[in-house]
């Protein structure tokens, strides 16, 4: 198995276990959204920290060296890692939950969130980074998808809380950058602890100072607050972190849009939920177009040059 290949497969769960994550999140939002990200967070550290302890233990096990930082130059650069990582996702989850607060429409999020699919690429123009023709074929059959597959009515007004939730895509997609920037230069699942206690913290302080909350809440909403903090959190972005690994950030984001299928297709196999043919087919799109921008079309064409 290829590293590339191994890195997807590691996406695609990261994307199963988000695509899950919006019915958590919707079902807590009957609490503040700064409260809620800060007790999903602090929940991802817990886990984390035994993890990083655990694969060092495996890694000494195994004869190899562990992730921890050696020099101060690392451990700084793993500081700047985790705080810029970890601002960015702050800020996006922060506008994602408000969001999702505002409107508890789940299709809608998630086909707004899922736009960093298009954004990444877009952006990475500027970094000098110009995609193939396959990947943007590949991106515009992808929103063709997710459209198809979300937005059952359309549109409607445009409301405050989609302004909130494109402003969600855009912060992701520049969170999904750095994350390329500095996941080769260190251990993914210390940044990744890294990156949830900064969200901690900045989540904790933003609920102390735009919110009221109290220990009933958090017992009311404990369920979404332990899915998404265990699963969504610390196992899913920790996922992102090693599946990112040498992988193109446009590639990452496209497998990473799956979610939405995850989310339609759990729906239909565990609460029944029924998928009309349109919802079929965008999900069929949505993976065609993950397929197509991952086909070696270039190698194969410069075999047949050769033969």
Same mark, same amino acid.
């Given at each position: 198995?290829? =590293? +590339?290949?191994? =890195?997807? *497969? ?33 929940? $991802? ?48 989850? $922060? ?18 969130? $899922? ?43 445009? +409301? ?14 520049? +969170? ?44 009311? =909403? ?21 599946? +990112? ?28 939920? =029924? ?23 270039? *190698? ?8």
């Amino acid at each position: 198995m290829t =590293n +590339q290949t191994k =890195n997807s *497969m590691l996406l695609m769960l990261c994307a199963l276990i988000w695509g899950t994550a919006f019915v958590a999140q919707s079902a807590g939002s009957g609490m503040g959204a700064f409260s809620f990200l800060a007790g999903r967070s602090w929940m $991802a550290v817990l886990v984390l920290l035994p993890t990083v302890k655990a694969f060092d233990a495996l890694h000494h096990r195994q004869g190899k060296p562990d992730g921890k930082p050696k020099t101060a130059a690392e451990r700084k650069l793993l500081l700047k890692a985790g705080l810029m990582c970890g601002t960015l996702l702050f800020l996006a989850s $922060a506008a994602q939950q408000l969001g999702i607060t505002l409107d508890p429409s789940t299709a809608k999020a998630g086909f707004l969130t $899922a736009m960093y699919v298009v954004l990444v690429p877009v952006f990475g123009l500027f970094l000098g980074r110009k995609g193939s023709a396959q990947l943007w074929v590949s991106m515009a059959i992808a929103v063709v998808g997710l459209y198809l597959l979300c937005m059952k009515d359309g549109f409607g007004s445009i +409301q405050s809380s989609d302004w909130l939730l494109l402003l969600c895509a855009v912060l992701f997609s520049f +969170q999904i950058m750095a994350v390329d920037h500095f996941s080769p230069q260190m251990d993914g699942v210390r940044l990744s602890l890294v990156e949830f206690f900064v969200v901690s913290v900045e989540s904790t302080a933003a609920a102390l100072l735009f919110e009221a909350p109290s220990a009933a809440q958090f017992a009311e =909403n404990a369920l979404p607050i332990l899915y998404c903090g265990i699963m969504s959190s610390g196992v899913a972005y920790t996922l992102q972190i090693l599946g +990112q690994r040498d992988l193109n950030p446009a590639i990452a984001s496209l497998i990473m849009c799956l979610e939405s299928v995850f989310s339609a297709l759990g729906g239909w196999m565990l609460l029944h939920q =029924n998928l009309s043919a349109r919802e079929v087919f965008g999900c069929v799109l949505i993976f065609a177009a993950v397929v197509l921008a991952q086909l070696p079309l270039e *190698m194969l064409r410069r075999v047949k040059k050769t033969t």
